[in-house]
Each structure stands twice: as C-alpha cells, then as structure tokens.
T-cell receptor, first 111, second 113 residues
Framework: QQPVQSPQAVILREGEDAVINCSSSKALYSVHWYRQKHGEAPVFLMILLKGGEQKGHEKISASFNEKKQQSSLYLTASQLSYSGTYFCGTEEKGGAQKLVFGQGTRLTINP | KAGVTQTPRYLIKTRGQQVTLSCSPISGHRSVSWYQQTPGQGLQFLFEYFSETQRNKGNFPGRFSGRQFSNSRSEMNVSTLELGDSALYLC????????????FGPGTRLTVL
C-alpha cells in the first residue's frame, strides 16, 4: 500500500521552514526518507525505526508516530540546496522486507 | 569507493522488443533492488535480489524479470515492451536489504516508441 505524502509541492523562500508528511494505512516497522534533485538519483537522508523516534541530519529532522502510522520531515531555515523531491518509503510490519515509496513532495526554495 | 553503476544510461526501443538493463552494486553490497520511476507513479518497487535469490517482488507483470550473479551484479529484463514501459529504471544497492540505507544508481532512461 503506497503511503500518501502531503503536500505534493511546496515553494519557499530561503530561510523558511517546511514540513512534509507521510501517512500510511498499514502498521509500519520503519520509515525512510530520500531526496532526489532534478536529474539525479535519490539520496538517503534517514531511517526511523521506532515509534516516536526523531532523527536529525543538519537542519533536516524527522519524527515517526507509530500509533498514527505517520512520519513528518522537518526542514528548518531552508537553504537553496534543499530543493528537490522528497520521498518517504515505508516498510510494513509483518510484511515483506521491501520499501514502498510515496509519490514524492516537490520542494522549491527560492532566494 | 565506487558508486552504483547502471548501463546503458539511455535506450530507445520499439513496442514488442525486449531489453536488458544492468546494475553493478557498491562493492560488498549483496542486495540489489530495482525501481521504476515515472512522473505519475513515483518510485515503484520491481524486485529485490540478495545472494542471487529474488526475495521480494512488486506488482508488475511477468514481462519484468531479473537475476543476480555471484558477484552481486544484477540484470533486469523486460520482454514484449509496451509504450507504458517508458520510464527511468533505477537500481539501488545496500548491505543486506532495502530496509537499510540504499545507494541508488543514476538510472537507465528507457523510451519505448
């Protein structure tokens, strides 16, 4: 079951904050976040394994609410380099060990 | 450490033909996953191989197949190509499975005419 990401697209000015949400109808074991810049391959950002876990990567952090089967990615004081499409990938509890990716959120940072 | 490589980078085929794509994972990585990326569908999981065995398969027709060799290199084959198969095909390698950090290759852009 493909997770649902929201919003589908967001445009920010440099320095503003953004939140990208990922929601699944299935119980999740883990949530993964990747960023893909235009014309490039997706690049790993982080994995969240436990309910409530929060991880950080520079000014990019994420949380995982296991009860709600949701994860949120937080981009603080966004930089031009943060532009790209963000994908969440979910691994379902009791399911096959594979990732199902959401459709992506396109983030555009303007100067 | 060399990254994931995919060949060829671009392919143009006609309907009904078949195609083989190749992926060389990062040295030491035993898991290779394949994804189809299209503007409308995002990243769709095709299958995953580990130590020459297919462990998982996505919801794609049997025209899509793959294999992995003893050196962990993987190939993906699509037979009887359809227009809808036009996409970017990405492979990703990881140490033990897609639930670990995956490293993606640059992809093969397949166009079916």
């Amino acid at each position: 079951q493909q997770p649902v990401q929201s919003p589908q697209a967001v445009i920010l000015r440099e320095g503003e904050d953004a939140v990208i949400n990922c929601s699944s109808s299935k119980a999740l074991y883990s949530v993964h976040w990747y960023r893909q810049k235009h014309g490039e391959a997706p690049v790993f950002l982080m994995i969240l394994l436990k309910g409530g876990e929060q991880k950080g990567h520079e000014k990019i952090s994420a949380s995982f609410n296991e009860k709600k089967q949701q994860s949120s990615l937080y981009l603080t004081a966004s930089q031009l380099s943060y532009s790209g499409t963000y994908f969440c990938g979910t691994e379902e509890k009791g399911g096959a060990q594979k990732l199902v990716f959401g459709q992506g959120t396109r983030l555009t940072i303007n100067p | 450490k060399a990254g994931v490589t995919q060949t060829p980078r671009y392919l143009i085929k006609t309907r009904g033909q078949q195609v083989t794509l190749s992926c060389s994972p990062i040295s030491g990585h035993r898991s290779v996953s394949w994804y189809q990326q299209t503007p409308g569908q995002g990243l769709q999981f095709l299958f995953e191989y580990f130590s020459e065995t297919q462990r998982n398969k996505g919801n794609f027709p049997g025209r899509f197949s793959g294999r992995q060799f003893s050196n962990s290199r993987s190939e993906m084959n699509v037979s009887t190509l359809e227009l809808g198969d036009s996409a970017l095909y990405l492979c990703a390698s990881s140490l033990s499975g897609p639930y670990n950090e995956q490293f993606f290759g640059p992809g093969t852009r397949l166009t079916v005419l």
